[in-house]
């Protein structure tokens, strides 16, 4: 800035993970003294330096985006359902360890995801059956160490198995 000395940034995103230290060079000129006026001091006495910046990481939190699974419905109790759940996180500097949680929905009861995986599977005791309910929707919540999280809607549309015929008493 001009006046001051202060450095400041306009309109330009400082991110530790893009980019973590930057080399500005500045210059300085005394307008009022032996310089002359402001319009040519610059060309006539002016001194410069370079800084280096160095920003510090702060804790971001996770990405986890909605997701639809297709899942068949002869799916057995604590067999995998779709692919695990991926979330992003964008530090870098430490390893962030990401939970996955599953926090209300439909399919609450119905399903359970693996902590440290993201890895969703029917619960114990549960079966997933197309003639009964064919839609399960359930929000997920992704927190990393530092306690930051995200959520997300996981929908889970159950596609129906050729069944084979059975005889019913008469």
């Known amino acids: 800035q001009e006046?001051?000395?202060?450095i400041t940034v306009n309109?330009?995103?400082l991110d530790w993970e893009t980019k973590p230290t930057h080399l500005i060079r500045?210059?300085?000129?005394?307008c009022s003294g032996l310089a002359g006026d402001c319009t040519s001091a610059w060309d006539r006495s002016s001194e410069?330096?370079?800084?280096?910046?160095?920003?510090?990481?702060v804790n971001e939190?996770?990405?986890i985006e909605d997701t639809t699974i297709l899942q068949k419905e002869d799916t057995l109790p604590y067999g995998l359902v779709g692919p695990a759940l991926t979330a992003?996180?964008?530090?870098?500097?430490?390893?962030?360890?990401?939970?996955?949680?599953?926090?209300?929905g439909s399919g609450k009861n119905v399903f359970e995801i693996e902590s440290c995986s993201g890895q969703l599977?029917?619960?114990?005791g549960q079966f997933l059956d197309y003639e009964g309910i064919r839609k399960y929707s359930l929000t997920v919540k992704v927190e990393d160490a530092g306690g930051l999280s995200d959520t997300c809607t996981v929908e889970i549309l159950l596609e129906d198995v050729n069944?084979?015929?059975?005889?019913?008493?008469?």
Request: proline letters at 6%; zero cysteines.
């Open 61 to 63: 939190s996770p990405v």
């Open 11 to 13: 309109n330009i995103l």
């Open 163 to 170: 069944e084979r015929p059975r005889f019913v008493k008469s």
């Open 121 to 124: 599977r029917v619960a114990a």
């Open 88 to 104: 992003n996180d964008p530090d870098t500097r430490v390893e962030q360890k990401l939970s996955y949680n599953i926090v209300s």
């Open 3 to 6: 006046k001051n000395g202060q």
């Open 48 to 57: 410069s330096s370079t800084i280096l910046i160095q920003l510090v990481d």
């Open 26 to 30: 500045i210059g300085v000129v005394d």
